[in-house]
């Protein structure tokens, strides 16, 4: 394995579960703090079992995604020094907040987890609801830094120099809301269902039957919503890819060549020496459509950009690919969701609903790993579209697939210990929460 | 608006130094404590830094922010020449954060888990401050070679050398020193503050061990680290200032003072920072060759200096009050517990 690749795996290995990491840790607080809206406002018992419950959850990867986090921000410098040399100044502003942002979501923790019958108790549930809000803050303003790299904004590259630096405009790129907007939606979706398939799970196994049956309904309201708005970000987004990265929708659709009633393609195994895709479902007029609103206009393809400056197309296909089929199941299930919730209450204790609700835990996580893999490797060559090569910008450190392998160790223990963990509250959730 | 972004470097330094070295400490006491009296510590500790835990780590992310967005190129440069303690001391903030957390948000208590989540803690809480203190030694050790072209010179000797290692181990002993005095005050017990205090003393008598080291290797190093502090006049005040406040310390302590002692334990630390780094500011990486880095010099262009200003400015207005009356609750609850 070279230093390069090397250097580019542990970064997405990294990123790859930090994303899991962090998109718990700003949704979870939220479900927290409705349950404890209940609690206070039901004075039911359960709902304050139910809002513990979760906060310990919530405090396990919270410490989780401040140290992936912490470690984060030293793995730019650490693997991309160049890249940070020129980019910090530029794309740092959204960082810094964040910084400010992320300290007073520690801040409010603290005072949530220990702060239980010893504060006024509205006080302590508004610093629930802070952790949650700081919580998406964070998110938001993270994405928006990634989001620079794909939509650069904010100075002016002359003969390879930095100049007339605006932070400001380059935190507020054309991409941002788009990214962000996706990002946060899918943070919901995915962990309303992972949370939600959990409980059903317990449901399913009839263990304390009342106390997941609410934590499931609370989560489920959350990711269904979320998965149901989802489409219309994607939407969005993938029209501003079209305009400002075209060769990553092109890899996205695999699509090759520039022609007229583009076509959408479903499934498929690109053949990129033949440049064709064989055994895809191919909805004619339909890209043309989803781009530009006509089913006429040709959509770019991989054609108009020269071979060196083109991103892994299989890769990027199949991911974006996955990320739609799970979307479009997540939606799915969520209208069925509401619709039971609406006119067959019975269901939403049958085996085959719950089933289904299962099935569903780890599917939001996938998507929104297939989705980062999207953008990430549907970006490359570059590290900042078209202006630095990710090739300039990595460490001259030799030897880094040693960190390579030892990072893998450490997320894979990380990872194993939190599942541990989790596994062990939910275990204990008869003895910890039974006795009103 | 530059000086502002240095006094928050500064202070984010200087306060993850403190609180979050008191943190590091508190993990240092508990490895040095017999096994008999190591879970009463702990339950002491946890009482102490409990609900702050999160919140005293942040500073370093601060730093880290402030030193990629305000001054990138000193920040690309430790990222390559200390690429391997940086990273060392990466996986000891990664051990340690989520040792504690674990062990208190285990469900289920039993000894085989809680041991384990207490040995990742001890050697972690050792460990980082340890490599932390070789990083803060190696910027100012004229070691940092960019001429060089072999992996050796280039990506070792930066950090392992002596100089770099002693205040490595002088850091650790300082941790120690502040987490002891930091818990005297939250001890129940007659026996435990007699405990701490002790350790206090230990803790102590080693920092002082190493200071001297340091200084040694200094010269060995040639680095010219006396010159530097007993050089200038302020660098010279804040010295005998540091040790002044330790005998005073020393005296509060034997009087049974626990509230006092934090504060001149803080402004100790404070003053050895203040001592060394002033006289060799603006320049933060002293590098062979001569060509040094500096704050004042080698910095963002100024409209990221003045957004990243007036960010930390606001921020600090949301985050000092909120922080304060975290640190103030805490403190006045578990009293009255």
Redesign the interface.
């Given at each position: 394995m070279n230093d390069f690749i090397a250097a580019r795996s542990q970064m997405a290995l990294s990123l790859g579960f930090h994303i899991i990491y962090s998109c718990i840790g700003m949704v979870m607080p939220v479900f927290m703090a409705i349950s404890n809206y209940k609690y206070i406002r039901t004075n039911n018992p359960l709902y304050k079992h139910i809002t513990q419950a979760w906060s310990?959850g919530v405090?396990?990867f919270?410490?989780?995604g401040?140290?992936?986090?912490?470690?984060l921000?030293?793995e730019?410098?650490?693997l991309w020094?160049?890249f940070?040399?020129?980019?910090?100044?530029?794309f740092?502003?959204p960082?810094?907040?964040?910084?400010?942002a992320?300290?007073?979501e520690?801040?409010?923790?603290?005072?949530f987890?220990?702060?239980w019958d010893?504060?006024n108790k509205w006080f302590h549930w508004f610093t629930g609801i802070v952790v949650g809000v700081s919580g998406v803050v964070s998110g938001i303003l993270v994405v928006s830094a990634n989001s620079w790299m794909n939509s650069p904004a904010g100075f002016d590259y002359v003969k390879g120099q930095y100049t007339n630096?605006?932070?400001?405009k380059a935190m507020f790129n054309a991409a941002w809301f788009s990214e962000a907007l996706h990002m946060t939606i899918a943070a919901f979706a995915a962990t309303g269902f992972a949370v939600a398939g959990i409980h059903a799970l317990m449901i399913f196994r009839k263990k304390n039957v009342t106390f997941h049956t609410k934590s499931f309904k609370i989560a489920i309201a959350f990711g269904a919503v979320a998965a149901i708005l989802q489409p219309l970000s994607g939407d969005l987004s993938a029209k501003g890819a079209a305009q400002r990265q075209p060769a990553k929708l092109a890899a996205m659709e695999a699509h090759f060549h520039t022609e007229p009633y583009s076509k959408l393609l479903i499934g498929g195994i690109p053949d990129t020496v033949n440049k064709k895709v064989n055994y895809g479902i191919e909805l004619p007029g339909l890209l043309s459509f989803l781009v530009h609103d006509d089913f006429k206009t040709p959509v770019n393809g991989l054609d108009k950009i020269p071979q060196k400056d083109q991103p892994n197309v299989p890769v990027t296909h199949y991911a974006f690919q996955l990320m739609v089929a799970i979307g479009m199941f997540l939606l799915a299930i969520g209208l069925l969701y509401f619709f039971a919730l609406w006119k067959k209450r019975e269901w939403l204790n049958k085996s085959w609903f719950l089933k289904l609700f299962i099935a569903a835990t780890p599917l939001g996580f996938i998507a929104v790993e297939a989705g980062w893999t999207v953008t990430e490797v549907g970006r490359q060559p570059w590290i900042i579209q078209g202006v630095m090569r990710t090739s300039e910008a990595v460490?001259?450190?030799?030897?880094i697939h040693y960190?390579f392998y030892?990072f893998t160790l450490?997320y894979f223990t990380?990872s194993l210990?939190v599942v541990f963990?989790l596994s062990?509250?939910i275990?204990?959730v008869p003895e910890?929460y039974d006795h009103n | 608006m530059l000086y502002v972004v240095i006094i928050f470097l500064f202070f984010s330094i200087l306060l993850y130094f403190l609180l979050g070295g008191a943190d590091f400490g508190a993990g240092i006491i508990e490895l040095f404590t017999s096994t008999d009296n190591k879970s009463r510590t702990r339950r002491t500790m946890y009482k102490a830094i409990?609900?702050?835990?999160?919140?005293n780590?942040?500073w370093?992310?601060?730093a880290?922010?402030?030193m990629?967005?305000?001054f990138?190129?000193i920040?690309?440069?430790?990222?390559?020449y200390l690429?391997i303690p940086?990273?060392i001391m990466?996986?000891g903030?990664?051990a340690r954060?989520?040792a504690?957390?674990?062990r208190?948000?285990?469900?289920?208590k039993d000894d085989k888990m809680q041991d384990l989540y207490n040995y990742i803690f001890v050697y972690s809480s050792f460990i980082t401050p340890l490599f932390l203190g070789i990083v803060a030694g190696s910027v100012i050790s004229r070691q940092i070679d960019p001429g060089a072209t072999d992996?050796l010179s280039?990506?070792i000797f930066s950090w392992l050398n002596w100089f770099s290692v002693m205040v490595g181990f002088f850091t650790v002993a300082l941790c120690g020193f502040l987490a002891a005095i930091y818990l005297i005050g939250e001890a129940k017990e007659q026996f435990d503050v007699k405990r701490f205090t002790k350790k206090a003393v230990i803790m102590n008598a080693v920092a002082v061990g190493f200071g001297g080291l340091v200084f040694i290797a200094a010269e060995h190093e040639n680095v010219h680290l006396a010159h530097w502090i007993f050089g200038n006049p302020v660098s010279l005040i804040a010295v005998i200032a540091a040790s002044l406040s330790l005998v005073l310390l020393w005296y509060l302590l034997s009087k049974g003072n626990t509230k006092v002692i934090r504060i001149l334990a803080a402004f100790q630390v404070t003053m050895i920072l203040v001592s060394v780094s002033y006289r060799h500011f603006p320049n933060i990486i002293m590098v062979k060759g001569g060509n040094n880095l500096s704050l004042l010099k080698d910095h963002?262009?100024m409209?990221?200096i003045n957004?990243?200003g007036w960010?930390?400015l606001?921020?600090s207005l949301?985050?000092l009050p909120?922080?304060g009356y975290?640190f103030y609750?805490?403190q006045t609850?578990t009293k009255q517990e």
């Open positions: 310990k405090a396990i919270f410490a989780t401040a140290v992936s986090g912490t470690m921000s030293f730019l410098g650490l020094p160049k940070m040399e020129h980019a910090g100044p530029i740092g502003m960082f810094s907040l964040e910084g400010v992320f300290f007073i520690a801040i409010a923790l603290g005072f987890l220990y702060g010893k504060f630096i605006d932070p400001i460490t001259p450190m030799p030897g960190s030892l450490i990380l210990a963990l062990r509250q275990k204990m910890l | 409990g609900p702050i835990w999160e919140a780590h942040m370093l992310i601060i880290v922010v402030i990629f967005v305000g990138p190129v920040y690309s440069d430790m990222c390559t690429h940086l990273l990466l996986l903030i990664t954060g989520t504690f957390s674990f208190n948000y285990d469900a289920i992996y280039t990506y963002a262009p409209t990221t957004d990243l960010g930390l606001l921020g949301l985050i909120a922080l975290l609750s805490f609850k």
